[in-house]
């Protein structure tokens, strides 16, 4: 994804203002808990007896064409080095769109029972929506859990079902850690905040002395960064069984502290709750306004592109904990290749799945042509990688900061099959009550009450927190 290119809820870029997942032309829940069988994430897939290996190399020696939906710039390099590899197999890449339109036109397309691709680009979080349409190929048959051990163990979760099936295979990631500015710190003298505690303290200090400045901005747009606190925080605000129970924790204590705490810091006016990716919050980044970034491992790309007028006056540092004992992060965006389920092409499209995400070159032209965090372990401890130390951060190896990082984020964490409306919820409850600096602990209850509700609509059984 470009870094200049706003994106909802992307690891691998920043996030655009677009609800996540538009609804036109789309299969309704209901109608897909119904229609669906099979069990683990919801949707029914193909049976998991291998392929032969025989059946595999006769595929990919057969003259074939595959067609794949991807936003990501520049990617017929990555899909070049496959089709050196398999010379008999051409890969059509159409951008459908970038995030919400290319969803858009893929549930169309399934609908309609024509138009899809073999293959498609999909964040993490969108998973489960396609899963319960019984959308997505089961890669297990086609040698895919032999990749388990290639990528950071959390990104394996986020692709697989609970019976096992793999729904996608990671591309990249977005785990979430800080980025400061050095020269406001040294200023005021604020040490880097190893705690929530420290880092409220130091947002009061930095304020007082003076009001132009707060430590950071905590968007009253962006669901995105409140579920990645939310992981950090060890919360479970989603967790499906089968395919149609779930239980929506979005006002348990977990959740309820961060409302606490956040909206607590918004009414003291010591935070900033302006909406972000827009004009005047790149102005904000480069006169100064805002001292810290709350973001993920695309940030420190992006933020050198974005305020280049601060080049050098940035630092990078993993999130405040709420336990300093037990480090550990939440992920806001990333992206994985999936294989639709009605592909002509099933062992060649998820070859090329597999490939264009494991193969050692393809996956280090992600992260050098792209810039995209990777999701391999072999990248993640590969010193030319980590060893990396622009200028832009005094030379520090932020690289190295986030893959560190990344080794924390919880595995657990499940999205829910209707995220959109998560989203919209969010914004207009959670969100709001930020901007408003009204009581934010109130507003989780309204937004727990309005998900419950859609969700029952929608066919779910559902259990609260």
């Known amino acids: 994804m470009p870094r200049n290119t706003p994106l909802p809820f992307s690891g691998s870029a920043p996030m655009s203002r677009r609800l996540f997942l538009a609804t036109t032309g789309a299969l309704s829940l209901g109608a897909a808990l119904t229609a669906c069988g099979g069990s683990g994430s919801g949707g029914?897939?193909?049976?998991?007896?291998?392929?032969?290996?025989?059946?595999?190399?006769?595929?990919?020696?057969?003259?074939?064409?595959?067609?794949?939906?991807?936003?990501?710039?520049?990617?017929?390099?990555?899909?070049?080095?496959?089709?050196?590899?398999?010379?008999?197999?051409?890969?059509?890449?159409?951008?459908?769109?970038?995030?919400?339109?290319?969803?858009?036109?893929?549930?169309?397309?399934?609908?309609?029972?024509?138009?899809?691709?073999?293959?498609?680009?999909?964040?993490?979080?969108?998973?489960?929506?396609?899963?319960?349409?019984?959308?997505?190929?089961?890669?297990?048959?086609?040698?895919?859990?032999?990749?388990?051990s290639t990528f950071v163990d959390w990104t394996w979760s986020q692709v697989s079902g609970s019976d096992g099936e793999v729904w996608a295979i990671p591309q990249d990631t977005g785990p979430m850690g800080m980025l400061?500015?050095?020269?406001?710190?040294?200023?005021?003298?604020?040490?880097?905040?190893?705690?929530?505690?420290?880092?409220?303290?130091?947002?009061?200090?930095?304020?007082?002395?003076?009001?132009?400045v707060y430590l950071t901005n905590l968007a009253a747009n962006q669901v995105a960064a409140w579920h990645g606190l939310l992981w950090q925080a060890g919360a479970k605000p989603y967790v499906t069984s089968g395919k149609s129970d779930i239980t929506i924790s979005v006002d348990d204590a977990v959740s309820k502290k961060l409302g606490?705490?956040?909206?607590?810091?918004?009414?003291?006016?010591?935070?900033?709750?302006?909406?972000?990716?827009?004009?005047?919050?790149?102005?904000?980044?480069?006169?100064?306004?805002?001292?810290?970034?709350?973001?993920?491992?695309?940030?420190p790309v992006f933020l050198s592109g974005s305020a280049k007028a601060t080049a050098g006056k940035w630092r990078a540092a993993p999130l405040p904990q709420w336990d300093a004992a037990k480090p550990s992060s939440g992920n806001w965006?990333?992206?994985t290749t999936a294989v639709i389920r009605s592909t002509k092409n099933p062992i060649a499209a998820a070859m090329f799945a597999q490939f264009l995400n494991s193969d050692p070159a393809s996956a280090r032209m992600f992260a050098t042509e792209q810039f995209f965090f990777p999701a391999t372990k072999a990248l993640l401890t590969d010193a030319e990688f980590t060893g990396d130390a622009p200028a832009f951060y005094g030379g520090q190896k932020v690289n190295q900061v986030f893959a560190d990082i990344s080794s924390t984020v919880n595995a657990s964490f499940q999205w829910p099959p209707f995220l959109d409306q998560a989203a919209?919820?969010?914004?207009e409850t959670v969100g709001k009550s930020l901007a408003d600096k009204s009581d934010t602990v109130a507003a989780l209850g309204t937004w727990e009450s309005r998900l419950t509700t859609y969700a029952k609509g929608q066919g779910f059984t559902v259990k609260g927190s």
């Open 44 to 148: 029914s897939s193909a049976s998991s007896k291998p392929v032969s290996q025989a059946d595999i190399d006769k595929a990919m020696k057969t003259p074939t064409e595959l067609t794949f939906w991807t936003w990501v710039p520049n990617i017929a390099k990555e899909v070049a080095l496959f089709e050196k590899k398999y010379p008999a197999i051409k890969v059509k890449v159409v951008n459908a769109g970038q995030g919400t339109p290319q969803y858009t036109k893929l549930r169309t397309a399934l609908k309609a029972g024509s138009g899809a691709p073999d293959m498609v680009q999909i964040e993490f979080q969108a998973i489960p929506t396609f899963t319960i349409t019984g959308s997505l190929l089961d890669l297990r048959p086609y040698g895919a859990s032999a990749l388990k």
């Open 180 to 212: 400061y500015r050095q020269d406001i710190f040294d200023k005021h003298g604020i040490d880097v905040p190893g705690t929530w505690d420290e880092f409220a303290e130091a947002a009061r200090k930095l304020h007082r002395a003076d009001p132009d």
């Open 260 to 299: 606490a705490y956040w909206g607590g810091l918004a009414k003291e006016g010591v935070i900033g709750v302006e909406p972000d990716f827009t004009d005047s919050w790149y102005a904000a980044l480069n006169k100064g306004k805002y001292a810290t970034w709350l973001t993920a491992a695309w940030g």
């Open 333 to 335: 965006g990333g992206s």
């Open 424 to 427: 919209t919820d969010w914004t």
